[in-house]
């Protein structure tokens, strides 16, 4: 991880930056990690419904956002010299992982489909901030 890439709204990390390879050399392809658990539960249930193949045929019928994506992949591909598309697909129509264009909407920015991914994933956050559970206090 290379720093937050977005935050919730109540301030836990949504989104980390990830670092263009590991500790131990190896490449890590996407910028960008959900890390919101609601939010990677909303985006499972999208997925388990056949979103990556519809939001695939969306892009192959519609011409604009085929070319937003394309817009969105080269940024993503310019981010610390990374050159892979968003969620790392050698074929950047190939959707892959609704997860990671959520993920570069939120982090990024001015991503038509990742917006469309969150407004589907609605709602974006949880309403009581219960991630919070999850985090470990440091040892003193």
């Given at each position: 991880?290379?720093?937050?890439?977005?935050?919730?709204?109540?301030?836990?990390?949504?989104?980390?930056?990830q670092a263009p390879t590991d500790e131990r050399g190896h490449p890590f392809p996407t910028a960008f990690y959900l890390t919101c658990p609601h939010l990677v539960k909303q985006i499972d249930r999208l997925e388990?419904?056949?979103?990556?193949?519809?939001?695939?045929?969306?892009?192959?019928?519609?011409?604009?956002?085929?070319?937003?994506?394309?817009?969105?992949?080269?940024?993503?591909?310019?981010?610390?010299?990374?050159?892979?598309?968003?969620?790392?697909?050698?074929?950047?129509?190939?959707?892959?992982?609704?997860?990671?264009?959520?993920?570069?909407?939120?982090?990024?920015?001015?991503?038509?489909?990742?917006?469309?991914?969150?407004?589907?994933?609605?709602?974006?956050?949880?309403?009581?901030?219960?991630?919070?559970?999850?985090?470990?206090?440091?040892?003193?």
């Amino acid at each position: 991880m290379a720093g937050v890439g977005a935050r919730c709204v109540y301030g836990y990390p949504a989104v980390t930056q990830q670092a263009p390879t590991d500790e131990r050399g190896h490449p890590f392809p996407t910028a960008f990690y959900l890390t919101c658990p609601h939010l990677v539960k909303q985006i499972d249930r999208l997925e388990s419904a056949g979103g990556v193949v519809r939001h695939e045929q969306r892009v192959a019928e519609d011409p604009e956002l085929a070319a937003s994506l394309d817009r969105s992949n080269a940024r993503h591909a310019l981010i610390d010299d990374r050159g892979a598309a968003i969620a790392a697909n050698t074929d950047p129509r190939r959707l892959k992982c609704l997860h990671a264009h959520a993920a570069f909407e939120l982090a990024a920015g001015d991503h038509p489909l990742g917006a469309d991914v969150l407004r589907e994933a609605a709602p974006r956050w949880c309403d009581d901030g219960r991630c919070a559970s999850y985090l470990v206090e440091p040892a003193n």
